[in-house]
Structures are given as structure tokens and as C-alpha cells.
């Protein structure tokens, strides 16, 4: 198991290392010029040139590379002489249009996306899985039919379309939830839960919907398996069968879909984040595109991408926690 | 009283087809320390007989009717929650396919432990201890070290002798068997037969074997009754089924078996057909379809009448056939048809 994770890891590194490389080279051969991205309207060549020698984008390819990793791990000087600053580590690199370091947005950012995220899952899981298995127990019945349609209504609507409802309804119309925006758990802990529940419920209405089909039909799945008819033959309550016994086996697929919505999600859930206005990566994100911000793209590509890859190892990981039959080598 | 008395047992599901009656009216009793045996081909309700026994049908799509009664305990009208106590503790059962049948997620030990740990109240380790002892009965070496393997560790011999120390963990005094042999090597099937067999005379246990093998009724059986169509067509004792059965769907299944004695040139006689749909019962004799000799019987009394299930003759009550042929008739095409392949017929 330990040298089966060390591989993963060093196996990670280099996919990372490939992914760098790559998006490197995608941002560069793009017609825009970063350099003359980093001034606005009033921009002279001088001031272009300046800027270009300041970031070093006046240097060859893989020049600008290693600076970059070096950045990461050592951190980076921008500029020469009298003029320059530096970039402490992690440095991902610098927004000029921002005119902070990248590091610096998203140690800002990511909090607030993993706030709603951590909160949306928590929501969505208990929720999704719940109702899943409530269908599964009651197959065929109206009961089975109307929860499994009203989340088929709930994974169909787009969620800007459910959170504007929400802002309407909720918001606007009954006034039940105020419009306080983000505040940060430690400055008002009442503020802070009004301020994520609603995004916390949108987001968890889309995923929830998908997890109770998810749980509903590997449910009726192994609720014909021999194994189950044994736990009842052995006397077990109805309870521990469905929970213990059936839901064990459901598991897998479950922990896939969950570790993989997960990390997208802490990458930015960039819809509901607009809607609510929320300052988190997807906003970032949504930005920085928008700006063409380089610098911002690039690291939150590869953070994404990390995410993604954690993620696939902790899920293989417990795949082998979960189910005795999977080796992991 | 026996301890196991089931009366005129009636299963039926609801499908989009129509109502399958998997079992119409099936009777038998079986005593501690005796076993009866039911067989029949895929189809003919045998298993679903064992799952009302046992109150594994999901009561809100199968319609369970008559009587089960367990040393004198209603079953079939009793609450849901008293059957499941009985589970385990009272009854037990085993399956056809181990593999299958075990969680593949959780070690032997911990199954063992569960089942004990139901409905007695103890500690997990007094139970791990109860699950060692168990396993060593069932004749598995190294119980110590299989109580931490998975199913998937074990062989298919190993699996069944797991299923079954699951199924003894509470003492249980009635034993059903589901095909308990029939995913497993020959050799491994007579060793499964021979441990059920000791197993019996140390507990005295009332053993009901569902089984379509002829070879392992032989082995085990004290009593048989045969199932065709969702009902008993025959019934008695071993020897009664055996050396003088009577109705012509059990001469179709002995003469199905293969035999050593035979010759290599005599085929394997299979019953032409297949079995009736359970929806759409046939009117009279519910093997009337794939019955050779009807046409034994005067006018149409196969295609219009349900024979009853009637002894056979005054002395022996106990065996029951149910078929229009006269008796004197019934008689002689079973020497005809089993003469030649069974030594004795008496």
C-alpha cells in the first residue's frame, strides 16, 4: 500500500510536470501578446518593452519555464536593478492587471470556494444518497416515481436558473435570507451561514439529484444479489441489512462520482459563484479569461488539474479500503 | 406434531403477465433429525417453498397463504419481525452459489460474528472464539487464520462450509439447503453431503434439501417429495420414490439420472417438453402436457380433472401420488420403465 501511494505520487509529479509544459506552451502560442496584456489603454511600446523585461518574457521558452517551476519551489525576483519585487514561494506568477501575485488571489479565493463546495457535498451527499435509497426500497411505487421525478426535474434545470429562483423567491419576494454576500466564518458565524445557504442548496439540488439516481439504481442492483437474501436468512434487521450489507456494496461507484464532482468543484463552481457573487476560484477563473490574465489562467489550470489527480488517487485508495478483492499494485 | 409442519402452502407474485402461482397447495412435515428432500426440475416452486418457510418473501409482492408452523408456531400470520428472529436462530439456511452468497466485502470472521452476534448477546471476542470453534467443526484447517480471509480467498468447498458454520452459529434445529451442492466439484459435493449428514447426528437437526439431483437425495434423504408445476405430485419415503415410484413425471426424472450400469450404447432419457408457465396452469393434470401415457386414462379426465394427491395404497399412507392411472396400471409401467435399472424392484 505505502510504496503503491509513493508511486502515485511521483507518477503525479510527472503528469503535473507534463501538464505545466503543456499549458505553458498553449498560453504562449496564443496570438495575444502577454506583454502588452499587462497595460491598458494607455499603453506606449516603451511601456510594453519595460514590462516585458520585467517579466522576463523577453527570454526564450524554456527560460520562461524554469523561471516558472523555479518560482514555485524557491520563488522568483521580477525585474533587475532598482526596480524589482519579489515573489516568495509559492510564486505562480504575477497579475499586472490585478497587480498582486497570483499566490495571493487564490490563498483569497480558494476559501471561499471550498466553503461551498465542502458545504454543497455535505448537502448533497446525505441528501442524494437518502433519497436514493428511499426509491430503491419503495421500486415501482408513487412514492419511488415522484422522488425519482422531482430529481429528474432538479438535474435538469441549470443552476443559475435554480439560483436566481432562490434570489427570487427566498430573497426578494419572502425575505427570509438577506443579502449579507460572503463573510467570513470567523467574523459572524450567523452572517456566514446566510451568506452560503443558498449556494450551498443550489449547487447540492444539481449533484443530489444525480446521486439519488446513481444510489437508486446500484441499490436495486444489489438488492438482488445472493448476498443480501444470506443477511436476511441470518436474521439480521431490515436496517442493517440495507445499511450495513447493501449500501457497503454500493459504495464504489458513489466514492468515484463523489471524489471526481469533488475536485471540479474546488476548482471553482463557476455558475453559482456568479450568481451569488461570491468571490471564489470560479470567479477568479471566470475573470482572469475574460482579462486574458495569463499568469492567473496557468495556475489555476494546474491547481484544477492537481485537484483532479489528488483526487483519483484518494479514490483509488479507498476503492481498495472499500472492496477486500481490489490489490493495489 | 412435527417440528416442521407446512400446510397447504400457496405462493403467488403479481406480473405484468398475470399472476404466477409458484406454489398451489404443497404440504409435508419434517421431524428433528430427519430429512426430506424436495425435488424437481427448475421452475417447479421448490425454492420459492424454502424462501416461504423462511420468510424471505417481500410480503409487498408476493402473496404467502396457508401454514408454516415451527414447533407449533404460526408462521405465515405471524408478525414480520418475530420471523426474522426465528432466522438465523431457530431455522438457517444455505445456498446454492457460496461465492455469491457470501459478502465479498466482508471476512469470514466477521460474518460469523454477525450472525452470532444477532441473537446472542456477546462479546465480539466470545463470538470470534464461538466462529473459530465453528469453523474447525465444519472441518476447515487453520480456523484461526480464515477467520481474517475474504470469500474470494477461499475455495468453492471452503465457501459452502463457510455458509454452512454461518447457518449453525445460533444452533439452529431446521436447516434448509438450497442446491447446496450444485456449484460445487463432484468430489467436493460428496464431501458437503457427508458433513450435512454428521452434522445432523451431532445437532439433530431437521434437514428440508431442495436439490434436482437424484444422486444427492439418495445420500441424504429420509423423505421426498417431488414437485412439479408449483405442487407435490409425489410424495414418501426414499425407498418409496425410488424402487416403487408411481407417477409418471418421477419414473421421466429416475430415468433422466445417469447410471453406471447402463450400457454405452442407452442414451439418457430427458422428459420431452418443458416445464408448464405458472401463470397459465393447465386445466386438468398439470403434467398432462408431457405425459406419455394419458392416454392410459379413459376419455379426457387428464385434460379436464386435477387429480388429487391420494396414498397409494392403505398400508402406506404416507406415499401420495397424484395421477388419473389406475393404480395396477401405474404399477406396471414403472417396472417396465425401471426393470432394466433398478436391482429389486419390490
Redesign the interface.
Known amino acids: 500500500m505505502a510504496t503503491y501511494i509513493v508511486r502515485r505520487l511521483v507518477a503525479m509529479f510527472g503528469m503535473l510536470i507534463a501538464l505545466s509544459i503543456i499549458v505553458f506552451l498553449i498560453f504562449n502560442a496564443l496570438p495575444s501578446d502577454p506583454a502588452r496584456l499587462t497595460c491598458g489603454k494607455s499603453c506606449s511600446p516603451q511601456i510594453i518593452e519595460a514590462n516585458r523585461q520585467r517579466l522576463g518574457l523577453d527570454k526564450p521558452l524554456p527560460e520562461q519555464y524554469g523561471a516558472f517551476v523555479k518560482g514555485i519551489f524557491a520563488g522568483r525576483t521580477y525585474g533587475s536593478g532598482t526596480a524589482t519585487f519579489d515573489c516568495s514561494v509559492p510564486c505562480l506568477g504575477y497579475s499586472f492587471r490585478k497587480g498582486e501575485e497570483v499566490t495571493t488571489l487564490i490563498t483569497r479565493a480558494l476559501p471561499v470556494t471550498a466553503q461551498v463546495a465542502l458545504g454543497a457535498f455535505f448537502l448533497w451527499m446525505v441528501v442524494g444518497i437518502g433519497i436514493g435509497i428511499f426509491a430503491a426500497l419503495r421500486r415501482g411505487t408513487w412514492k419511488d416515481r415522484s422522488v425519482m421525478g422531482a430529481a429528474l426535474v432538479g438535474y435538469s434545470f441549470p443552476s443559475f436558473f435554480i439560483g436566481l429562483i432562490f434570489i427570487f423567491l427566498l430573497q426578494i419576494k419572502l425575505k427570509v435570507i438577506g443579502f449579507t454576500g460572503f463573510v467570513k466564518f470567523t467574523d459572524n458565524p450567523g452572517l456566514w451561514f446566510n451568506g452560503l445557504i443558498l449556494p450551498w442548496i443550489t449547487l447540492a439540488l444539481l449533484y443530489a439529484a444525480f446521486y439519488a439516481r446513481l444510489t437508486r439504481n446500484q441499490m436495486l442492483e444489489t438488492l438482488g444479489?445472493?448476498?443480501i437474501?444470506?443477511?436476511?436468512?441470518?436474521?439480521?434487521?431490515?436496517r442493517k441489512v440495507i445499511g450495513k450489507?447493501a449500501l457497503?456494496?454500493c459504495l464504489t461507484p458513489l466514492v468515484t462520482a463523489a471524489g471526481l464532482d469533488l475536485a471540479n468543484l474546488l476548482g471553482g463552481a463557476v455558475i453559482t459563484e456568479a450568481v451569488f457573487n461570491l468571490p471564489g476560484m470560479g470567479r477568479l477563473a471566470i475573470d482572469s479569461v475574460v482579462d486574458s490574465d495569463l499568469p492567473i489562467i496557468t495556475a489555476v489550470t494546474l491547481l484544477v488539474a492537481t485537484f483532479i489527480i489528488v483526487a483519483n488517487l484518494i479514490v483509488d485508495i479507498l476503492y481498495a479500503v472499500?472492496?477486500?478483492?481490489v490489490r493495489l499494485a | 406434531m412435527s417440528f416442521l409442519e407446512v400446510e397447504d402452502l400457496r405462493v403467488q407474485f403479481s406480473t405484468d403477465d398475470g399472476v404466477v402461482k409458484a406454489v398451489d397447495g404443497v404440504s409435508f412435515t419434517v421431524d428433528k433429525r430427519r430429512t426430506l428432500a424436495i425435488v424437481g426440475e427448475s421452475g417447479s416452486g421448490k425454492s420459492v417453498t424454502s424462501a416461504a418457510i423462511m420468510g424471505l418473501h417481500n410480503r409487498k409482492t408476493a402473496v404467502v397463504e396457508g401454514s408454516v408452523r415451527l414447533d407449533g408456531q404460526e408462521l405465515i400470520t405471524a408478525t414480520p419481525d418475530t420471523v426474522r428472529a426465528l432466522r438465523g436462530q431457530r431455522m438457517a439456511m444455505i445456498f446454492q452459489d457460496p461465492l455469491s452468497s457470501l459478502h465479498p466485502f466482508y471476512s469470514v470472521g466477521d460474518q460469523l460474528v454477525e450472525a452470532a452476534k444477532v441473537h446472542q448477546d456477546l462479546s465480539t471476542k466470545a463470538a470470534l472464539a464461538q466462529a473459530k470453534t465453528m469453523l474447525d467443526k465444519v472441518g476447515i484447517p487453520n480456523a484461526e487464520r480464515r477467520l481474517s480471509d475474504y470469500p474470494h480467498n477461499l475455495s468453492g468447498g471452503m465457501r459452502q462450509r463457510v455458509m454452512i458454520a454461518m447457518a449453525l452459529m445460533n444452533g439452529p434445529e431446521l436447516l434448509i439447503a438450497d442446491e447446496p451442492t450444485t456449484a460445487l466439484d463432484v468430489t467436493v459435493q460428496a464431501q458437503i453431503i457427508a458433513l450435512l449428514r454428521d452434522l445432523q447426528e451431532e445437532f439433530g437437526t431437521a434437514i428440508v434439501l431442495i436439490t434436482h439431483d437424484l444422486g444427492v437425495v439418495a445420500d441424504l434423504a429420509d423423505d421426498v417429495v417431488v414437485m412439479y408445476g408449483g405442487r407435490v405430485v409425489e410424495s414418501g419415503g426414499v425407498e418409496d420414490i425410488y424402487y416403487r415410484p408411481e407417477m409418471p413425471y418421477t419414473l421421466g426424472l429416475l430415468g433422466s439420472v445417469p447410471r453406471m450400469s447402463a450400457g454405452r450404447q442407452d442414451r439418457l432419457k430427458p422428459i420431452p417438453g418443458s416445464p408448464p408457465s405458472l401463470i397459465r396452469l393447465p386445466e386438468g393434470c398439470v403434467f398432462r402436457p408431457r405425459c406419455p401415457y394419458h392416454t392410459l386414462v379413459p376419455g379426457n379426465r387428464c385434460d379436464t380433472e386435477r387429480p388429487e394427491l391420494l396414498p397409494v395404497s392403505a398400508r402406506n399412507p404416507e406415499h401420495g401420488v397424484r395421477c388419473h392411472i389406475k393404480p395396477s396400471k401405474r404399477r406396471e409401467l414403472a417396472a417396465e420403465k425401471l426393470g432394466d435399472l433398478v436391482e429389486g424392484t419390490a
Not at chain 1, 229 to 238: D, H
Not at chain 1, 322 to 325: L, Y
Open positions: 444479489e445472493d448476498y437474501r444470506t443477511a436476511r436468512a441470518k436474521g439480521l434487521r431490515e450489507h457497503r456494496a472499500i472492496d477486500p478483492r
